[in-house]
């Protein structure tokens, strides 16, 4: 039998492949649709430093149509997918719908830049289009998980998507889109311009999707409440199918610095990467391109490089054949001067909004917070930002409560996974008189141009020396000051103790002795209260 | 005072005990009212610190003292018990009340002196006794009684409302309890000349109804066991007041053997008082050499039979010939016997021929 062979297009094969985007089952599938249409509009308003304000409605809109339809790609596609990472992905059990699934109508709406009326199709009904293909610190990085909620929305509704939008003009432009799934493009089904007399700025995504909400209720709860913790400038408000109301306000209007564009650094690039600089670039000699091309390359760097790799500054780069890509990309590797990528790039929140955000969000008694130095792997440049927070409302479990966090977004599944858990783990936490029964929480947030996910559904992180580094690092930091901290309240407490002892039987001595002694009048032992509260003071 | 016409070793040391306690709670008030935190200082009773004294012969504290001070935080607390413990003392004596060791427990919560444990109130009334060199019944603090004495003495109450009362210690069959009436009773007079401690309550009912506290001219007192120290002091009286010379019948092993000894040396627990022991009581058997020579049924010696021999060989209180050598016949002959034993030559044996023997051979 002949074998056929066929092309397909990104929406098809993410189609086919929804688990890898995190769409594994109805519960987690509703949960992460929220969440990336979530992200979405904190970066559309954070990339102008508009304080966001994201609203989320999700309705009940009827029971689920056909059981099964959407999760279960059909027969023959197997050839298709791909070596899937999570084995938990393929548990057939997982794809069911249960009986709690039902058709929810999902409407976010947000106060971003908005989306230029002729990008808006192109947007939200292709694939794999958008404007994150860009070295800077972002939290989406694909362009895909927008889509694909509404892509996943499509396939278990049928329903068109509306995008309303509006860049702030006299005008606000409404689609009604659907994804032609086999050819990855939008279908414009309806489109209206409205006046916009308020001069509206934002975008209103809406659209209908099959999940289980009230089995994802509490990952999307938390998902807020951490969101919340990390962008304490945002006001976030959440309906829920059952119209409860979840509300997280601003404490602060201060938003990070926003990560600048960068280009990518010698040490990260690889053979892809350097055909498509080629291709595009306008400089006709090698150092020319090494110079405009990549991060940390100036004049003098380039030069060094050429002599160290043998290669003509003169030459034009066009003209490196395949074997000279390759040769040139393991000399970008090897080459030992090239400055460290600088952090320009990435937007850590910073210690005072972590610390703000974690005081808002968890309302411990205390909190100590560490962010550390840039640092690199594999040439992309990362910043780890550590919290430790205690008592107050945190409740003690007898173990660390984590809060993971990548590019500023919550980290809710896989935790055993992930290397921050790993270097909790492996710390030796009595040296800083910290024990797992303590009403602690750690809070650890890795920022970085690329985050090294172990999938695309964004869950955990995987486990590298320099991530490893970095993280034991900053947690040592902040446990040295819990440590502190705990030392101290444990000398209050010792003082307070000590003067309870010594008010509640001195007075008794007075009064058994005076008995005793067979007087009248009962000593005055307020001076030796006093002197006893004057050594202890001495002491502290 | 009416009382005063006989002075008495009890009404003497009922006042010395008053006393000391009011000079207890006027020292601590005088530290107090100069403004600086009270301290009590007493002889240490940690076991570096206790020794044997040959001319005592009993157990004493040495020189080393320790400094109850109420600036010391870790103090304060087990000093305000003890002041309480003081003045508890003081208003159960003055009140002729008595009182237990369980009750002190109690009490302390009504003014709100909570004691972790019965240890810990146990503790501070032995520190009570330690400052001031008397013993918890002397502050009208009482065990609980078993021990009893029977016999031809009559002693004179001086417990509210029988005071000037008299009975003679014959008058009930089954022995008078040595309890805190008794214990404080003044001695008037006996026809007896010696006293005869038992171990065993079945004995000391055998004695009485074979008429030894007649036949042999004693007083009969038993021990139930290790004495008390109630009974301890009572038999000290007899033979200190009443010039008696004391005998002791145990059973015949290694623990019946210590239970005479701590009538006649005291106990290392109480180091810290005096005239609780009887230096010139004798043990009368049941002795190991007794066992041999009157061929008595016997239980193989256990663990711990043999480790209590061991530990007794070592025990400076045993050094005399007459201990060692019935130490070593116990650890040769491996075999120990009750007083019960003698019944195997019939109920009255013990009565008509080793009590006899044994008394001249101890005399």
Request: net charge positive.
């Given at each position: ?455 695309v559904g964004k869950e955990f992180i995987a486990d590298r020396p320099e991530l490893r580094r970095e993280i034991a690092n900053g947690l040592r930091e902040v446990a040295r000051q819990i440590q502190l901290f705990l030392s101290r ?52 | ?363």
């Amino acid at each position: 039998m002949a074998q056929t062979f066929e092309e397909i297009s990104a929406a098809d094969f993410f189609y086919r492949n929804r688990d890898i985007a995190g769409f594994t089952n109805p519960s987690r599938a509703i949960f992460v649709a929220i969440r990336e249409l979530v992200e979405n509009s904190l970066d559309a308003a954070e990339s102008h430093r508009i304080p966001p304000e994201v609203y989320v409605r999700l309705s009940y809109e009827g029971e689920a149509s056909q059981t099964g339809k959407g999760f279960n790609p059909a027969e023959g596609e197997n050839e298709h997918t791909l070596e899937k990472e999570e084995s938990d992905l393929q548990k057939p059990d997982e794809r069911e719908v249960t009986q709690e699934t039902q058709v929810y109508k999902l409407r976010v709406e947000d106060n971003g830049t908005g989306v230029p009326p002729r990008h808006i199709p192109s947007a939200f009904g292709q694939i794999l289009f958008g404007s994150k293909y860009k070295l800077k610190q972002q939290r989406g990085t694909f362009g895909l998980g927008g889509k694909m909620a509404i892509l996943y929305g499509q396939i278990t509704t049928h329903q068109p998507a509306t995008i309303i939008s509006s860049t702030g003009i006299s005008k606000t432009y409404m689609y009604k889109l659907m994804i032609d799934i086999q050819r990855n493009r939008p279908l414009i089904m309806d489109r209206k311009v409205l006046i916009n007399k308020t001069m509206w700025r934002g975008t209103v995504v809406e659209f209908t999707l099959e999940g289980d909400y009230f089995r994802a209720m509490p990952k999307i709860l938390d998902y807020f409440k951490q969101t919340a913790m990390v962008n304490p400038y945002a006001n976030l408000t959440f309906v829920d199918p059952k119209g409860r109301l979840y509300k997280f306000i601003r404490v602060t209007k201060e938003m990070p610095v926003p990560p600048k564009e960068t280009k990518p650094h010698p040490y990260g690039v690889d053979v892809e990467l350097l055909q498509r600089l080629i291709q595009i670039t306008p400089y006709k000699n090698m150092r020319d391109f090494l110079r405009n091309h990549f991060h940390r390359v100036g004049d003098i760097t380039a030069q060094k490089f050429l002599g160290f790799s043998n290669l003509s500054p003169s030459k034009n780069p066009k003209r490196l054949d395949h074997e000279e890509i390759v040769r040139l990309m393991h000399m970008l590797k090897k080459f030992k001067d090239f400055l460290p990528p600088d952090a320009s790039c990435l937007s850590p929140l910073g210690e005072d909004l972590l610390r703000t955000g974690i005081l808002k969000e968890i309302k411990p008694e205390f909190v100590a917070v560490h962010q550390r130095k840039p640092a690199t792997y594999a040439g992309h440049p990362f910043v780890i930002e550590t919290g430790i927070a205690y008592g107050g409302e945190i409740p003690a479990r007898g173990n660390f409560i984590v809060y993971r966090f990548a590019n500023r977004i919550p980290l809710l599944y896989d935790e055993a996974n992930d290397v921050s858990l790993r270097v909790i783990q492996a710390m030796n936490w009595r040296r800083y008189h910290v024990t797992p029964e303590m009403p602690v929480a750690i809070v650890v947030h890795i920022c970085s141009t690329k985050v090294p996910y172990k999938t695309v559904g964004k869950e955990f992180i995987a486990d590298r020396p320099e991530l490893r580094r970095e993280i034991a690092n900053g947690l040592r930091e902040v446990a040295r000051q819990i440590q502190l901290f705990l030392s101290r309240r444990e000398h209050v407490d010792r003082e307070r103790k000590r003067l309870g002892v010594f008010s509640k039987y001195l007075p008794r001595i007075a009064q058994f002795s005076t008995q005793l002694a067979g007087k009248k009048k009962v000593p005055d032992i307020e001076k030796l209260l006093v002197s006893v509260r004057k050594y202890g003071s001495e002491e502290a | 005072m009416d009382r005063k016409k006989h002075k008495s070793s009890v009404s003497e040391r009922k006042k010395e005990v008053l006393e000391s306690l009011g000079d207890l709670g006027g020292k601590i008030y005088d530290q107090l009212d100069k403004g600086t935190f009270p301290a009590i200082d007493m002889p240490s009773r940690s076991t570096d610190n206790i020794m044997y004294d040959e001319k005592l012969r009993q157990f004493i504290l040495g020189d080393r003292r320790v400094k109850r001070s109420a600036r010391n935080v870790s103090h304060v607390k087990p000093f305000t018990q003890l002041v309480w413990a003081a003045l508890f003392s003081n208003e159960l004596s003055s009140q002729r009340k008595t009182s237990t060791l369980r009750d002190v427990y109690y009490s302390a919560q009504a003014y709100e002196m909570t004691f972790k444990d019965q240890q810990e109130s146990n503790n501070i009334i032995t520190d009570l006794e330690t400052i001031l060199g008397f013993s918890r019944e002397d502050f009208n603090i009482f065990p609980e009684e078993r021990s009893a004495v029977f016999g031809d003495l009559t002693i004179e109450y001086t417990v509210p409302g029988y005071e000037g009362k008299t009975l003679n210690l014959t008058s009930h069959p089954d022995g008078v309890l040595i309890g805190p009436a008794l214990t404080s009773s003044e001695f008037v007079k006996t026809s007896a000349d010696k006293v005869i401690a038992i171990e065993k309550g079945g004995l000391f009912t055998r004695f009485i109804e074979e008429n030894v506290h007649r036949k042999y001219n004693s007083i009969l007192v038993l021990t139930a066991g290790q004495a008390p120290r109630a009974t301890r002091h009572f038999i000290r009286r007899l033979n200190e007041e009443l010039n008696l010379p004391v005998y002791i019948f145990t059973d015949g092993d290694p623990w019946g053997m210590h239970i005479a000894m701590v009538i006649i040396s005291g106990s290392a627990n109480a180091a810290h008082l005096r005239e609780l022991n009887t230096p010139d009581a004798k043990w009368s058997g049941v002795w190991a050499t007794d066992i041999v020579n009157y061929k008595l049924p016997t239980d193989p010696l256990d663990d711990m039979d043999m480790k209590r021999l061991y530990e007794l060989q070592k025990d400076p209180r045993y050094k005399d010939p007459l201990w060692r050598r019935e130490i070593k016949t116990f650890m040769k002959i491996k075999r120990k016997a009750e007083q019960e034993a003698f019944s195997r030559y019939g109920l009255t044996y013990i009565v008509d021929e080793y009590l006899p023997q044994k008394l001249e051979e101890t005399k």
